[in-house]
């Protein structure tokens, strides 16, 4: 048991003071920012807020279809979430339950998938997002066949999402967690004549409900985030993700920026992750600290 003291309880309330500060104060100057109108010629921390937010959100709203790429952003966070869950829980469950020759290295071979962000393999990603059946040409070039065979991905929701579904990270937590799963529950399932599928379904899944909680808010705002990928595999402006908008707010030539539209436009794109953070905030502590065994 932790003994606790009033000097204890000071420093603790002292250091998370000062992380709420840290978290708090970016949110706070783009907020200000955001409220001025566009005459304002120099903000500081010290800048209390204007009166312009409601129109600045209004004007941001309206401008370079953010509708449509928040839509954008939410079908590909929404894929990448479900994606990586539905394949780390099967790949977990393989590599668990199911007894095969190099079982361990199958699941270690996906383990250092974590030492390959999609950084670092952007550009064979892309050429196979490109054109999907290009291994296959290639295979067949190297057969001495000649095929012209070419189906792209760019410039689709399919293209967005399917490179970046694959988790290492979720299998790992997954398959930790079905380790401990009792054994007798398994043995118990096997005797009432529940097949490997519904023993996955009907036991394995409620019981990892929380956690699934927990890891689709991790994944789903780093769906949102994603920039590199998406300013790669799309080049039409109905497919722009809204991350991308927000950059695209800057301008590239001398003009002045307009830095309280491009602080509104952050704050709507804000929205959609905040929401689900905050719709799921129970479920993602529980998901965290509870062990559910």
Not at 93 to 101: D, E, G, H, L
Not at 242 to 248: D, K, L, P, Q, S
Not at 252 to 271: E, F, I, K, P, V
Not at 285 to 290: E, P, S
Request: aromatic content about 12%.
């Amino acid at each position: 048991m932790v003994e606790r003291s009033p000097r204890f309880d000071a420093f603790c309330w002292l250091l998370l003071s000062a992380g709420l500060l840290l978290v708090f104060l970016p949110l706070y100057y783009a907020l200000v920012i955001a409220s001025q109108p566009d005459d304002t010629a120099r903000l500081t921390l010290a800048t209390l807020p204007g009166s312009a937010l409601w129109h600045n959100l209004a004007a941001a709203w309206a401008k370079d279809d953010l509708q449509r790429q928040l839509v954008n952003s939410t079908v590909m966070a929404l894929g990448i979430a479900l994606g990586k869950l539905s394949i780390s829980l099967l790949s977990a469950f393989a590599v668990t339950y199911f007894r095969f020759r190099f079982r361990t290295a199958a699941f270690w071979l996906i383990f250092i998938t974590l030492m390959l962000p999609v950084e670092v393999r952007i550009v064979p990603t892309f050429e196979v997002a490109a054109n999907v059946l290009s291994p296959v040409t290639a295979l067949a070039g190297w057969l001495g066949w000649r095929l012209e065979l070419n189906v792209s991905l760019l410039d689709s929701y399919a293209g967005l999402i399917l490179p970046l579904i694959a988790s290492a990270t979720a299998t790992f937590l997954f398959r930790q967690f079905f380790l401990v799963v009792p054994d007798e529950l398994c043995e118990a399932a096997k005797v009432d004549g529940a097949g490997p599928l519904r023993f996955f379904r009907d036991i394995l899944l409620p019981m990892s409900r929380t956690s699934m909680a927990a890891l689709f808010v991790i994944l789903f705002i780093y769906g949102w985030n994603q920039y590199l990928w998406p300013l790669l595999a799309t080049t039409r402006a109905e497919m722009t993700t809204v991350v991308i908008g927000v950059a695209r707010t800057l301008p590239t030539d001398n003009a002045d920026t307009r830095w309280n539209l491009t602080m509104a436009t952050t704050l709507l794109a804000m929205l959609p992750p905040v929401l689900v953070v905050v719709l799921l905030q129970r479920w993602f502590v529980r998901g965290l600290v509870d062990q559910e065994k």
